[in-house]
């Protein structure tokens, strides 16, 4: 089972996601993301359960959790990667219950998130996000700066 980092109720705690959640992370991401405003079609379990491990599972991989009555509530994939300007914890994905988001949670959950990662050596918090979607203003009102000259590409084949 993950490791607690950070019991701040009773019935609430900060852990490291490990292999064992795999169930939990999967179910999270189903409901943050096949609804409004993101529309993913996780349908898919295999293909889902596959994601999962490529984002949460790699090298340096370092994923957190918030449970909350025994149910994860809040979800950060990433791994620590190293750059000449110093070392990045590079966020995959990051997701609140659809149910628990506007409360606060997610804002408190980013800033444990801050916390540790800089505890184990990172300078700083990479991430990508749409810019049409509410995601776009957390980030911002969480003190994150847009790249601008940052731009990613795809190509589908």
């Known amino acids: 089972m993950g490791e607690r980092l950070k019991t701040?109720?009773?019935?609430?705690?900060?852990?490291?996601?490990?292999?064992?959640?795999?169930?939990?992370m999967a179910e999270l991401i189903k409901s943050a993301f096949m609804g409004e405003p993101w529309n993913d079609d996780w349908s898919d379990k295999g293909q889902l359960y596959a994601y999962i491990s490529d984002?949460?599972?790699?090298?340096?991989?370092?994923?957190y959790g918030l449970i909350k009555d025994g149910r994860l509530i809040a979800l950060s994939t990433g791994s620590l990667?190293?750059?000449?300007?110093?070392?990045?914890?590079?966020?995959?994905?990051f997701c609140i219950a659809p149910d628990m988001?506007?409360?606060?949670?997610?804002?408190?959950?980013?800033?444990?998130?801050?916390?540790?990662?800089?505890?184990r050596g990172a300078d700083g918090i990479f991430l990508q996000t749409d810019n049409d979607k509410p995601s776009y203003r957390f980030y911002l009102k969480n003190g994150f700066g847009e790249l601008k000259a940052h731009v990613s590409f795809f190509k589908k084949i």
Request: glycine share 6%; net charge negative; aromatic share 10%.
């Open 8 to 24: 701040m109720q009773s019935n609430e705690s900060f852990i490291l996601l490990d292999e064992t959640y795999l169930p939990q």
């Open 55 to 63: 984002i949460a599972c790699c090298p340096n991989s370092l994923n």
């Open 81 to 93: 990667r190293h750059w000449w300007e110093g070392t990045n914890y590079s966020i995959e994905e």
């Open 101 to 119: 988001q506007g409360s606060g949670i997610g804002s408190r959950f980013l800033s444990m998130v801050e916390e540790d990662a800089k505890k």
